[in-house]
């Protein structure tokens, strides 16, 4: 990662951790995190499944919300993240929780150090478009076992309305983000021997002005289930969605059977 990339990753991150509870949300009003019990609940699913006494690392780990579920699941975790601010939030949590087999240290993605084959499970939540996929990929891939697994909950590049307010909203993000292509997808199946994809969020997306309202929950539900009728009946709009749920499991270890 170019150094002025990570230093500005580091500051941007370390304001968003270091804010007071309570402020408003990074969307800037339009809360389209309201959607995420069903793409964020299917990203915790798989990374629960089967956790207890594995090596679980999470990149990005900030303040995560995983962190006592996991480490409560049995799983020995290790989170790393580029802000010194996160680490130092995530380990303070751990020690007013009392949870135990759980460490917190500053890393680059792109340049982990670890041993090979370490970690039975790689996971994150939206950071694989912060970074350099063939670095942060061949990385993921060294450190997983064999037969090991990495899941990852990422948002998509080519639903336009989503698009647009990414290009209306420049401060809520970093400059480096770059949401994952259908050739980013492709992509990532190099690395692994299996890639599965679940798609999330397209008609929902209807549903986030009525967010605070009574009629909320219903539409929710109503364009969820359209969502999976969609993606599962019209697999060409999948990429139309927001987010994806990605799930590698058993990286290749020969380098010459990478594609690029």
């Not at 792109?110 to 970690?119: G, H, P």
């Amino acid at each position: 990662m170019d150094e002025t990339i990570r230093e500005d990753q580091r500051r941007f991150f370390n304001a968003e951790y270091g804010s007071s509870p309570g402020e408003a949300p990074r969307d800037g009003g339009m809360n389209f995190y309201v959607l995420s019990p069903t793409s964020k609940g299917h990203y915790r699913e798989l990374i629960g499944a089967d956790c207890a006494g594995r090596k679980v690392l999470e990149i990005g780990c900030g303040m995560s919300g995983d962190l006592t579920f996991l480490s409560r699941s049995g799983a020995y975790l290790t989170g790393i993240d580029i802000s010194d601010v996160g680490v130092e939030r995530s380990t303070e949590r751990a020690r007013e929780e009392s949870l135990e087999n759980t460490e917190f240290r500053v890393m680059d993605a792109e340049r982990m150090q670890f041993a090979d084959n370490t970690f039975d499970l790689v996971c994150g939540k939206g950071i694989l478009h912060h970074l350099s996929l063939e670095r942060s990929l061949k990385e993921i891939q060294r450190v997983v076992k064999p037969g090991g697994r990495a899941v990852f909950v990422e948002p998509l590049a080519h639903n336009p309305a989503i698009s647009l307010y990414r290009m209306l909203t420049p401060k809520l993000r970093t400059r480096d983000e770059h949401p994952l292509t259908g050739r980013d997808l492709r992509f990532l199946k190099g690395f692994f021997h299996e890639a599965r994809y679940t798609y999330y969020h397209l008609f929902t997306l209807l549903a986030v002005p009525f967010a605070s309202t009574r009629a909320f929950p219903p539409l929710f539900r109503a364009f969820d289930g359209l969502d999976r009728m969609v993606f599962r009946c019209l697999p060409f709009l999948r990429l139309l969605a927001w987010q994806v749920v990605i799930e590698l499991r058993d990286p290749v270890k020969s380098p010459g059977l990478i594609h690029t």
